[in-house]
């Protein structure tokens, strides 16, 4: 069992910049990590998320350009480094993880979760 807890929410004007941050309970160095958001009304959907060698996964097109996905293995932590944000990027933000390496992009395949951090950006 893997427990995520998010930090790093918050409120932000447009063009602000918020690092989201997912610590995870125990050391899996082969754990696939990743960002998800859902805003009301909508399903959750992918952001971003990394292997636990490192590879990337490649961004959301909505994100691309503008969020970066980083992990540190020894905090067992994965960072969310979110810039230029827009009003479109207001969600609750999810960290999930995947106890083996994978490139999947699908929230169906995340097994553990955190419990969400609300990121709320104004125009």
């Known amino acids: 069992q893997v427990q995520l807890v998010e930090s790093g929410g ?28 859902q805003a009301p009304g909508r399903e959750r959907e992918f952001v971003a998320a990394i292997s636990g060698s490192g590879m990337i ?30 009003p479109e990027d207001t969600a609750v933000y999810y960290c999930g993880a995947i106890p083996f390496n994978s490139d999947s992009r699908r929230a169906n395949d995340y097994v553990y979760w955190g419990q969400g951090t609300q990121v709320t950006v104004s125009s």
């Open 10 to 37: 918050g409120l932000v004007q447009a063009g602000g910049s918020l690092t989201l941050s997912c610590v995870a309970s125990r050391r899996t160095f082969s754990t696939t990590m990743g960002w998800f958001r």
């Open 57 to 86: 996964i490649p961004y959301a097109d909505s994100v691309k350009g503008r969020f970066t996905i980083s992990r540190d293995n020894a905090k067992i932590t994965v960072y969310l480094q979110m810039n230029s944000l827009i």
